[in-house]
């Protein structure tokens, strides 16, 4: 699966930080994401992510 980072990140647009794998993925859905970005947001570990990049570095390590 391939996630495009630029999609990635609009989808998270207006994130307030920090936040939970739940609070990332409800986001996400509510920004419009692809199926792909829900995806991959679905299999984050569940913990707290303190930026964008923190996101998108953990979801290069799970891709």
Request: cysteine-free; aromatic content about 4%.
């Amino acid at each position: 699966m391939t996630v495009n980072p630029i999609e990635m990140q609009k989808s998270l647009s207006g994130m307030e930080f920090p936040a939970g794998k739940e609070k990332i993925v409800k986001q996400a859905e509510s920004h419009g994401a692809s199926k792909e970005i829900k995806e991959a947001l679905k299999k984050l570990p569940d913990k707290e992510y303190d930026t964008p990049a923190a996101i998108s570095k953990e979801i290069g390590k799970i891709l």
